[in-house]
């Protein structure tokens, strides 16, 4: 009863380092989300997904990218992580748009 | 395009008090709204959730929401409050985007429980 799997929990990044943030659900959900959330301001949406093969830009897409080869894995990449960056991230999916979203756990970047 | 406001950044209460947290939205058409709980270092949880069916929703741990369109509000109310209820908590609007619905979040409401 996994739900949604985010890895890493935690990383800390130089500047202009890349990597990529793992998610995975298991429930045969169509639609992905990844979004960032910054003391304050809620939680800004950067990708979605609404199926293999389908991605598009959310409110906050530069500085990363997403692919969607498989129902079940939304990786996100940094390619040049700068401070801006510094954030928790967190990855969603949902089985209909108007649904609830069940939500991983996040995982808390920093960029130095 | 549809907005959420979160009308309290912190509240606080004391054990075994009501709690109301309060949401205003604005939306062009019958929105879907939700209310999150954050626990600290944790993701966030579905607490309930409104689409259109009864005013009144009831969801876990004792919380509820009543829609009310005459206000554009969906204050989150509980009863009682429990050590266990301090978190953030979200309102969220589900808004219609390029043919799908994406979610708006609030900014949160730090909620504290006092013993």
């Known amino acids: 009863n996994a739900g949604v799997t985010q890895t890493p929990k935690f990383r800390i990044l130089k500047i202009g380092q890349s990597m990529t943030l793992q998610c995975t659900q298991d429930?045969?959900?169509?639609?992905m989300y990844w979004y960032r959330q910054d003391p304050g301001m809620g939680l800004k949406l950067i990708y979605y997904?609404?199926?293999?093969?389908?991605?598009d830009k959310g409110e906050v897409p530069n500085g990363y990218n997403v692919s969607r080869s498989t129902t079940e894995d939304f990786p996100l990449r940094l390619e040049l992580a700068a401070p801006s960056q510094t954030s928790v991230y967190f990855c969603?999916?949902?089985?209909?748009?108007?649904?609830?979203?069940?939500f991983g756990s996040g995982t808390r970047l920093t960029v130095v | 395009a549809q907005s959420v406001t979160q009308l309290d950044s912190h509240v606080s209460v004391s054990e075994g008090t009501p709690v109301l947290l309060r949401c205003n939205y604005s939306?062009?058409?019958?929105?879907?709204l939700f209310w999150y709980v954050q626990h600290p270092n944790k993701g966030l949880q579905l607490l309930l959730k409104?689409?259109?069916?009864?005013?009144l929703v009831k969801g876990i741990n004792g919380f509820e929401a009543e829609f009310k369109k005459s206000e554009t509000s969906f204050h989150l109310t509980k009863p009682s409050a429990h050590m266990s209820d301090a978190a953030e908590y979200f309102c969220?609007?589900?808004?219609?985007?390029?043919?799908?619905?994406?979610?708006?979040f609030g900014t949160g409401t730090r909620l504290k429980v006092l013993a």
């Open positions: 997904s609404v199926g293999a093969g389908i991605t």
């Open positions: 429930m045969n959900h169509n639609y």
């Open positions: 969220v609007v589900s808004e219609l985007d390029s043919g799908t619905y994406k979610y708006i």
């Open positions: 939306s062009s058409y019958s929105p879907s």
């Open positions: 969603a999916s949902s089985n209909r748009d108007r649904g609830g979203y069940t």
């Open positions: 409104y689409t259109s069916a009864a005013t």
